[in-house]
């Protein structure tokens, strides 16, 4: 039996998942949701132009959502539209932790899981392959979780001096 990426990063812990959540990161090859979010950038034009130059989402308040996870042998792309703006990612794992890749960065993350949903704990960043000092590393807050059979994430993201990047947090149920 074929373990997907998220179920061989969490071992045991993996049945203890939500459904929603569970059927997020279980591509046959393709899974689709879909539902609405809300985003927030940045109050400084630094943040807002940071959060444009790496592609995240534009803000504002219950913007339709769509979210496609395509599994391969060598991990998953995860694809996220927010209004009709794409941003993807590539997810893999390596040394039991989950790397996303985006742009010229590569985040490496160790997960939780518990039958509450995910947490991700930044571990590593690098860009374009180089390690970043921690003084320098994003602050990522990262979780997913299920409530009354829907999918639901929160993501921030702050830089050191800069302050807050971006905050999204939304509820995806499958398409169809």
Known sequence: ???????????????????????????????????????????NALARLLASAVGLPSAGTAIPARVRVTATNDGELLERWYAQQRFSTWQWERDGLLLEQFGPFTLSFALTGAETGIKFLLRRV???????????????????????????????????????????????????
């Open 1 to 43: 039996m074929t373990r997907h990426l998220y179920e061989k990063i969490l071992g045991a812990s993996w049945a203890e998942l939500p459904e929603s959540t569970r059927f997020l990161h279980s591509p046959a090859p393709v899974c689709e949701l879909v539902g609405q979010a809300d985003i927030q950038r940045g109050g």
């Open 126 to 176: 690098r860009l374009w392959r180089m390690p970043l000092p921690k003084a320098l590393r994003p602050h990522i807050s990262a979780s997913e979780r299920s409530a009354d059979g829907a999918h639901l994430f929160n993501v921030e993201l702050r830089l050191p001096l800069v302050g807050l990047i971006a905050r999204y947090a939304g509820s995806l149920r499958p398409a169809g």
